[in-house]
């Protein structure tokens, strides 16, 4: 059954830093383009970052570039986001998100096919 389950989601302080992951299982999945969206309270889901499946292409949101750095380690079956420079605009659910077109990641057109729970991220300023 093709599975993800994201977590390392916290609480931190403004310009605090936090280490999403998310495990996927399914015997293609290393083969799948994988990303991140998240969505804060009483607005739409939003792209974060997406990944290719072998990870060497990536493409970030306007406000994620240069602070949040998205990777992959397909022998450990794991997706990470490393997020750091955190700030009270950044508060929201994160979620996982994986398809084998890598442009449905990138633009959720249409939505990507497979999706994490969710972890909560909540900085403080």
């Known amino acids: 059954q093709v599975q993800l389950v994201d977590s390392g989601g916290g609480l931190v302080q403004d310009g605090g830093s936090l280490r999403l992951s998310c495990t996927y299982s399914?015997?293609?999945?290393?083969?799948?383009?994988m990303g991140w969206y998240r969505q804060a309270p009483g607005k739409e889901r939003e792209f974060v970052a997406a990944?290719?499946?072998?990870?060497?292409?990536?493409y970030y949101a306007d406000s994620a570039e240069g602070r949040f750095t998205i990777s992959r380690n397909n022998t450990k079956n794991a997706m990470y986001l490393q997020m750091n420079s955190l700030k009270p605009e950044n508060t929201a659910v994160y979620y996982c998100?994986?398809?084998?077109?890598?442009?449905?990641?990138?633009?959720?057109?249409?939505?990507?096919?497979?999706w994490g729970q969710g972890t909560q991220v909540t900085i403080s300023s």
């Open positions: 399914g015997r293609t999945f290393h083969t799948y383009a």
């Open positions: 990944i290719s499946w072998s990870g060497g292409t990536t």
């Open positions: 998100a994986a398809d084998w077109k890598y442009d449905s990641v990138r633009t959720s057109h249409p939505p990507p096919e497979y």
